[in-house]
């Protein structure tokens, strides 16, 4: 069974809960990009997936991914509650 963004975004929410709720949310596809870019891997959810499971240092690259762009990924939410409000 092919993953999608939000299976993604559950697996990271304990580690990067804005990363985590972002790729959920309808600029997953764009937030995986992001997410993938910075663990050098395709930007496919089964690719991140698989990357994340063979980095040991994954966490701590998402982590990073998380605190430079922290406040677009707020953003992001925050635009997209407000329209379907």
């Known amino acids: 069974m092919?993953?999608?963004?939000?299976?993604v975004g559950h697996a990271l929410a304990d580690i990067a809960p804005v990363v985590g709720t972002a790729?959920?949310?309808?600029?997953g596809a764009l937030v995986g990009g992001l997410v993938a870019k910075s663990l050098g891997s395709d930007?496919?959810?089964d690719a991140v997936t698989?990357?994340?499971?063979?980095?040991?240092?994954?966490?701590?690259?998402?982590?990073?991914?998380?605190?430079?762009h922290?406040?677009?990924?707020?953003?992001m939410q925050l635009g997209?509650?407000?329209?379907i409000v």
């Not at 092919?2 to 299976?7: C, M, N, Q, S, T």
């Not at 698989?50 to 430079?68: E, S």
């Open 43 to 45: 930007a496919t959810p």
């Open 2 to 7: 092919a993953l999608d963004w939000k299976d």
């Open 23 to 27: 790729l959920g949310g309808p600029a």
């Open 80 to 83: 997209y509650a407000t329209a």
């Open 70 to 75: 922290e406040e677009e990924l707020k953003q």
């Open 50 to 68: 698989q990357a994340i499971a063979q980095d040991p240092g994954a966490a701590a690259k998402i982590l990073a991914l998380q605190n430079q």
